[in-house]
């Protein structure tokens, strides 16, 4: 019985951070430093934290950095300079809506590219088959018939 | 004595488990009748024994046996019976046990269900399933024990179940999902059985896509109550996170709706044969992966599993049995099962290949994602995030990309239409539906150009549909007639459809109209939030059966009118002090109130509170049940009930496959 | 053929999802490197716990050292102390950074338990916490002569780490002061 097996917290899902709701009171002096705040919070991952956001964890860490957060806004700092700022501090892990730069342009532009792919390859694959369309109107193999046949033999003499 | 029981069951169910994949597979490649008749009885062996063993696990639990250690661990004298129950799967090992008695369940109705079957097929099918009993089972006996004894020194008492699973929603939650991950396994096994036999004919899609359509049913439920379960216990109004362990369940059901699409043109057409196969492989593959990501510890999720990389280990190896092995089977056998059949560019095959198309992307574009930090990680790139910010940006378009083909789908016709047919049934749809996006959002507050998107995609659908349906119902004598004629599978289609129009609808107005204030409250304050006057009446203390909470009581008025009262709580949980938010909700059709505490702020009686408004948040799970509904009326059809019928007339005479 | 062949692609990128999650295994998702690796260490200008002076970046510069993040509300702090008086008797400067704690309680445990630090800056706000990108206690920052930050471990320093990973850089970072 290894150590790490007695360890291991033998819960199915169990969020590592309690299940408290948490609710800053903070007061904005403008309801659109509210909304601002309400996002930023959902986009930074608490760095301790599982995963999790840092509107959502109760974690000391995820209060000081809303508490950061809730003085940058109110000193005026744009969304970049905020989220830079934690970059600068966290590193990218605390993002999680990676910037489009680095490794992390592949992530953005897979789903694109993915679609493209796809629809060449529908398209390439119609293209090859669509002179054919007219000709094979017998859509069943032989086999495929017969099989057929017989269920359907079964099934009117089952009703 | 029990659980010595129940792990000796276990054992045996494993062994049965080993025969029956390899006496059918032997008498199949023998074509030896007897092993292969084998088969049916073998697979209801394992169900009977499994089922014995998880019956001990629910004694242990339910007598408080604190000698076993996952009842140590999760539950405890005080916890109510029904949690005590429950508590059997809120544990990775019960869990395990869990999956293994569905799993045999499946693999014993199918033994029962599918006696029409060609012996041979059936010999291979139930074969297969075996198999992957094999691997659970033996992944229970050997990583995951769920008899394993607390010995010496039985604790007085145990440390209870999490609070959090302490739940109506969580007490059926995780055996609906496991419902649908191992129900894939039949259309895998299917597909493996036609793989592996050379043919693919064409009845192979009909027998298949009813178990399909049930599996798909049943995992759409289960991920519509996780979210539903995430939204009053865990999200605090949130319902859906992109969490790996989300990911996990999301994408074998983007898969799924894949498969019963592709399945229906197969079954119809005896088109995209070895697609659907390879779509068979690639649902059922993505339910291990997801077994491997939550319980193998590769990625942080807010749900902490039992993450050992012993354990990951083996279910990696056993993943790459089973997937590999399948894969490799499929590339050197799909060409035998490729299809013959051609249709043109302008029918419903086309619109088919377009759902497989955004789904399957759309499936890996959320595995890509998920997995892009361990990509990262692996490659020494440094540690990225991937969240809801992503996920959203990438998913959403390309469910919006998929609306205006869904709503052709059902009106157009198999293997050759024409454009003309469509403009003339679906112009008046579409001038409608935009019309509706352009004014409804008006009604309801300012105008929103999502909303106003959202609409008019919802709108086009369900337009389209009831377009369609009128088309089938007037061509007959009289409507009563028109109605009478159409099928169970056409219901169906048509209820599942309507239910992802109502998802749309829920989704997009609960993400932009949703009012959310957090703010200091005291007794007797009022706070209005989108017009719903919000007056903390007082804060008391209260006591349940294993905990004791504060709990704030508050009145809600509209128009002068009270409309309802709200009582969330803040609990502390007796047996392991963990501290819980219990939030109230005014559930509505149009929109649910939601109140949560959160601490109490300062001496003088404040505590901070969450005001919630969230409209038509109940249209996203109302939508998953009518996809989930729909999916299972899919299966009452009468041309799958014909072989039900047949079948007892063949019990009646010579079992096809009698000696 | 090549029809036949791209009836393998799906197994080929399995084989190389497989190859990732395996990899995965042995790689700890929680395991963060700082984000501040040969970034100069952050200004402050914070009291010195027990002194009524104020302490800055230069004061801590010069030479090679050690930058530990405690508190007495850390528990595994506890663990490493010992470990660290032992490295500071061995002549190992180290500066302690006395995070998010109340000074009476922080003198209190460096008389009880003895002092292992040059100095020790009292960060009650945790400013100089968030600029060092500290998510918890026990940190400790490895910093060159010059002020840059070199490395960063999180958890409990002991005999295991000091020597496998802090004291060879450590020396590295020495041997190469002295030439420059």
């Not at chain 2, 354990?311 to 997937?323: P, S």
């Not at chain 2, 299972?632 to 496959?657: L, N």
Request: charged share 15%.
């Amino acid at each position: 019985m290894t150590k790490s097996y007695l360890l291991a917290i033998l819960v199915f899902m169990l969020p590592i951070a309690p299940a408290v709701a948490v609710i800053e009171t903070y007061e904005f002096s403008d309801p659109a430093l509210e909304l601002r705040y309400r996002q930023l919070t959902q986009e930074l991952r608490c760095p301790k934290c599982q995963n999790q956001n840092i509107a959502d964890s109760n974690a000391p860490i995820a209060q000081d950095l809303r508490l950061l957060l809730y003085q940058q806004l109110e000193s005026g700092a744009s969304d970049g300079e905020i989220l830079d700022h934690m970059v600068a501090r966290y590193g990218e892990f605390v993002r999680y809506r990676p910037s489009f730069e680095g490794a992390a342009i592949v992530l953005w532009l897979t789903p694109l590219v993915l679609l493209l792919v796809a629809v060449g390859v529908v398209i390439l694959a119609l293209k090859r088959k669509s002179p054919r369309a007219e000709s094979s109107d017998a859509t069943l193999s032989a086999e495929e018939q017969r099989q057929l046949d017989r269920m359907l033999r079964d099934s009117e003499h089952g009703s | 004595m029990i659980p010595e029981f129940g792990h000796f069951a276990l054992i045996i169910g494993f062994v049965l488990a080993i025969i029956l994949t390899l006496v059918p597979a032997w008498g199949a490649l023998q074509n030896n009748i007897k092993a292969m008749a084998l088969a049916p009885g073998l697979a209801i062996g394992v169900l009977v024994f499994v089922t014995i063993s998880f019956i001990c696990l629910c004694v242990a639990f339910l007598q408080d046996d604190f000698s076993v250690k996952v009842v140590t661990n999760n539950s405890n004298s005080l916890l109510p019976p029904i949690y005590k129950f429950s508590a059997v799967w809120g544990n990775h090992e019960g869990s395990l046990l869990l999956w293994s008695l569905i799993l045999s369940s499946w693999t014993a109705a199918v033994a029962v269900f599918s006696r029409q079957l060609p012996l041979l097929m059936l010999a291979r099918v139930l074969s297969v399933m075996g198999f992957i009993g094999v691997g659970f089972l033996s992944f229970m006996l050997l990583t995951s024990n769920p008899f394993e004894r607390m010995l010496p020194g039985i604790p007085a008492d145990g440390n209870d179940l999490n609070p959090l699973l302490q739940d109506p929603g969580l007490i059926i939650h995780p055996p609906l999902l496991y419902m649908g991950y191992v129900g894939f396994s039949v259309a895998f096994a299917f597909a493996i059985a036609a793989l592996w036999g050379g043919s693919l004919d064409a009845a192979w899609a009909r027998w298949s896509r009813p178990w399909t359509n049930i599996a798909w049913g049943f995992l759409t439920l289960g991920i519509m109550l996780g979210s539903w379960w995430a939204y009053y216990e865990l999200g605090w109004g949130g319902w859906w996170f992109w969490d790996p362990v989300e990911n996990a369940s999301f994408m074998p059901w983007l898969a799924g709706t894949a498969l019963i699409h592709s399945l229906a043109a197969t079954e119809k057409r005896g088109l995209f044969k070895s697609w659907t196969v390879l779509l068979a492989i690639f649902a059922f593959s993505l339910s291990l992966l997801g077994t491997f990501l939550v319980r193998s510890g590769v990625l942080t999720s807010v749900h902490a599993f039992a993450t050992d990389p012993e354990r990951g280990l083996f279910i990696l190896v056993f993943l790459m049995i089973v997937v590999g092995g399948s894969l490799t089977l499929y590339a050197l056998r799909a060409p035998a099962v490729a299809s013959r059949v051609g249709f043109e560019w302008v029918s419903r095959e086309s619109l088919i290949l377009c759902n497989n198309v955004v789904f399957l992307v759309s499936t890996l574009t959320v595995l890509f994602g998920t997995l892009f930090p361990l990509f990262m990680d692996a490659l020494g790139q440094g540690k990225y995030s991937v969240g809801p910010p992503y996920f959203n940006a990438v998913f959403v378009p390309l469910m919006a990309l998929l609306v205006p083909f869904m709503g052709v789908g059902p009106v157009s016709r198999w293997k050759r239409d024409t454009v003309r047919r469509w403009q003339s049934e679906l112009l008046l749809p579409a001038i409608v539906a935009v019309l509706c996006g352009l004014t409804l959002p008006l009604f309801e507050a300012e105008y929103n150009i999502w909303v106003a998107l959202a609409v008019s995609l919802a709108a086009w659908l369900v337009l389209s549909l009831v377009r369609d349906l009128w088309y089938r119902v007037r061509q007959a004598v009289s409507v009563s007639a028109g109605l009478r004629r159409i099928t169970l599978s056409y219901w169906g289609m048509f209820i599942a459809h309507l239910g992802f129009a109502a998802c749309i609808v829920g989704v997009v107005a609960t993400s932009q109209y949703s009012v959310e204030h957090d703010l200091k409250m005291y007794p007797g304050q009022t706070e209005v939030v989108a017009g719903y006057e919000f007056t903390l009446v007082e804060i008391v203390p209260v006591a349940g059966p294993n905990y004791v909470a504060d709990e704030a009581r508050f009145k809600v008025f509209s128009d002068g009118q009270m409309i309802v009262s709200l009582a969330p709580q803040k609990r502390r949980y007796l047996a392991s002090g963990q501290i819980m938010t219990e939030a109230d909700i005014d559930a509505g059709l149009m929109r649910d109130l939601f109140v949560a505490m959160g601490e109490p702020v300062g001496d003088d009686g404040a505590w901070a509170i969450r005001l919630h408004y969230k409209p038509m948040v109940r249209w996203m799970w109302l939508g998953a049940l009518m996809m989930a509904v729909g999916a299972f009326a899919t299966v009452m059809d009468k041309r799958y009930r014909q072989a039900r019928i047949r079948r007892t007339i063949r019990a009646g005479g010579r079992e096809q496959y009698g000696v | 053929m090549a029809s036949r062949l791209k009836l393998f692609l799906p197994l080929l990128l399995f084989v190389a999802l497989a190859l990732f999650l395996f990899r995965g295994l042995s790689l700890d998702p929680q395991a963060m490197p700082s984000a501040l690796i040969d970034q100069p260490l952050p200004a402050f200008n914070l009291p010195a716990l027990g002194k009524n002076t104020q302490i800055t970046r230069d004061d801590v510069l010069g030479e090679v050292a050690l930058m530990n993040v405690w508190a007495t509300w850390c528990v595994s702090c506890r663990v490493e102390h010992p470990y660290l008086l032992q490295l500071s008797d061995s002549g190992i400067p180290i500066y302690g950074i006395n995070y998010k704690d109340e000074d009476a309680a922080a003198l209190r445990w460096l008389a009880e338990l003895g002092d292992p630090y040059r100095a020790n800056i009292v960060d009650k706000s945790g400013t100089l916490g968030i600029d060092l990108g500290v998510y918890g206690a026990p940190e400790t920052y490895l910093v060159d002569a010059k002020g840059m930050i070199r490395y960063r471990h999180v958890g409990v320093v002991d005999e295991r780490i000091w020597e496998t990973v802090l004291q060879p850089l450590f020396l590295e970072l020495t041997a190469e002061g002295n030439q420059g």
